[in-house]
């Protein structure tokens, strides 16, 4: 599935995530079978089972291994972050988009990682070093946000995956509507690289 797709499927998601009038719930967790229908039994973080659902022509966006040194000035980035103690955003995790993604959910809105965190998706425009890690500025279309990070902060890169990527092991995140047996139909797939655990 190329960058293309992937960038579309991207932008519905966070759109949905915004405004659909469908709840979504959001999984986290790690696969546990895979059938021949495209559905997949996994265990969630809190260890709940679950049931994803998961159409022959969704895109599946992959996480890959990245570094503080490819958290580049001019990069388009996603960071999940909580407030700190200046008045600033402290990171959860990055997670660098490929140029063709660009763009993919830009601004600044809550999210769910943890109580209070927020998610800024935008252009890295300044990093500046300081003794403590780096401070991030993510400029997006309307503002900015003042992010620290530090050399424990999870740090991954987005790439276009395949069908081929979701199996036994892997871990996974996958939001969408739940259907009324339970399980959920995918709307955004996001799965590990090799044992990389996506920390978004």
Same mark, same amino acid.
């Given at each position: 599935?190329?960058?293309?797709?992937?960038?579309?499927?991207?932008?519905?998601?966070?759109?949905?995530?915004?405004?659909?009038?469908?709840?979504?719930?959001?999984?986290?967790?790690?696969?546990?079978?895979?059938?021949?229908?495209?559905?997949?039994?996994?265990?969630?973080?809190?260890?709940?089972?679950?049931?994803?659902?998961?159409?022959?022509?969704?895109?599946?966006?992959?996480?890959?291994?990245?570094?503080?040194?490819?958290?580049?000035?001019?990069?388009?980035?996603?960071?999940?972050?909580?407030?700190?103690?200046?008045?600033?955003?402290?990171?959860?995790?990055?997670?660098?988009?490929?140029?063709?993604?660009?763009?993919?959910?830009?601004?600044?809105?809550?999210? !769910? /990682?943890? &109580? *209070?965190?927020?998610?800024?998706?935008?252009?890295?425009? $300044?990093?500046?070093?300081? #003794? =403590?890690?780096?401070?991030?500025?993510?400029?997006?279309?309307?503002?900015?946000?003042?992010?620290?990070?530090?050399?424990?902060?999870?740090?991954?890169?987005?790439?276009?995956?395949?069908?081929? !990527? /979701?199996? &036994? *092991?892997?871990?996974?995140?996958?939001?969408?509507?739940? $259907?009324?047996?339970?399980? #959920? =139909?995918?709307?955004?797939?996001?799965?590990?690289?090799?044992?990389?655990?996506?920390?978004?």
């Amino acid at each position: 599935m190329g960058l293309r797709l992937l960038s579309a499927a991207f932008a519905l998601a966070f759109a949905s995530a915004a405004f659909a009038q469908t709840p979504s719930v959001t999984l986290r967790g790690t696969i546990e079978t895979v059938s021949a229908d495209g559905a997949l039994t996994m265990k969630t973080r809190a260890g709940e089972a679950a049931t994803v659902r998961v159409k022959p022509d969704l895109p599946i966006a992959l996480v890959v291994p990245a570094t503080l040194a490819d958290v580049k000035q001019g990069s388009f980035i996603g960071v999940a972050a909580v407030p700190a103690g200046d008045g600033g955003l402290k990171a959860l995790e990055v997670h660098i988009f490929p140029e063709a993604l660009r763009g993919t959910g830009e601004g600044y809105r809550p999210f !769910d /990682l943890a &109580p *209070g965190s927020s998610m800024t998706n935008g252009n890295l425009s $300044a990093r500046v070093e300081g #003794v =403590e890690g780096s401070t991030l500025t993510v400029n997006y279309h309307g503002g900015q946000q003042t992010i620290h990070i530090d050399a424990k902060t999870p740090i991954v890169g987005i790439a276009s995956g395949s069908r081929a !990527d /979701l199996k &036994p *092991g892997a871990a996974l995140i996958a939001r969408g509507a739940r $259907a009324e047996d339970g399980a #959920v =139909e995918a709307a955004r797939i996001i799965v590990g690289k090799d044992g990389v655990v996506p920390p978004m």
